[in-house]
């Protein structure tokens, strides 16, 4: 079975503090993903991945970064936590052959900005 | 991006048929028709998808109107775990993005 692994379920940050989420997918994965999630707005997507060293801005990129260094990890930065960004981060991977993928998706981590 | 609607929420009763339905007037020829869903306190998880045949999986059955305008995902007997927001979405970049709009939200009586 895919597995996709966040580093936290619960965190809770200060304004202004750098944050990182990190998420690691066990399969393979060409593409990986970092949506949030709030009441009323559904999933949106912030940045996604579909290599290496390789990132593509979503809808909502601002105030956030990402790395991915490695094939299995990708990262989400928050380079200055602010009260905006309390929101549940999801992480999701799917290969990268075209047609219909499917994303397989982490368990999440609700983070609480203070 | 092609969009969809759904019904917010919809009831059913335990061990009875769901059918959950998706209007998508705007689909392109070479969208795919995906359904996730979310149980509580969880990331969301595949369902099932198709193209322009009806799908069996061992979760669900999706049946798509032949001018693949709309589609609904048919759960044979639903149980108290089948409770959940399901989302109806089509994918576009060769299927590589999703666009997740509100769901519908499924409650099962027992």
């Known amino acids: 079975d895919v597995k996709v692994t966040q580093s936290s379920r619960y965190l809770v940050k200060r304004t202004g503090e750098k944050v990182f989420l990190e998420c690691v997918q066990d399969m393979d994965h060409e593409n990986m993903f970092w949506y949030r999630q709030d009441p009323g707005l559904g999933l949106r997507l912030i940045y996604f991945s579909y290599d290496v060293k390789m990132k593509e801005k979503g809808d909502i990129p601002e105030g956030y970064s990402v790395s991915r260094e490695k094939k299995e990890r990708f990262s989400l930065i928050l380079e200055s936590a602010s009260t905006n960004q309390t929101s549940m981060y999801l992480c999701?991977?799917?290969?990268?052959?075209?047609?219909?993928?499917?994303?397989?998706f982490g368990p999440g981590t609700r983070l609480l900005v203070l | 991006d092609a969009k969809t609607t759904q019904p917010n929420s919809m009831e059913s009763n335990e061990e009875e048929p769901v059918h959950l339905p998706c209007n998508h007037s705007t689909i392109s020829g070479t969208d795919y028709i995906h359904w996730y869903r979310q149980l509580p306190s969880q990331g969301p998880e595949y369902v099932i998808h198709g193209l322009t045949s009806n799908v069996n999986n061992r979760m669900a059955s999706l049946a798509i109107a032949e001018d693949r305008k709309s589609s609904t995902l048919i759960l044979h007997r639903a149980t108290l775990r089948d409770a959940a927001v399901y989302y109806c979405?089509?994918?576009?970049?060769?299927?590589?993005?999703?666009?997740f709009g509100g769901g519908t939200r499924l409650m099962v009586k027992p």
């Open positions: 979405i089509l994918s576009y970049n060769a299927g590589n993005m999703l666009t």
């Open positions: 999701a991977s799917s290969s990268l052959m075209g047609g219909a993928e499917t994303q397989y």
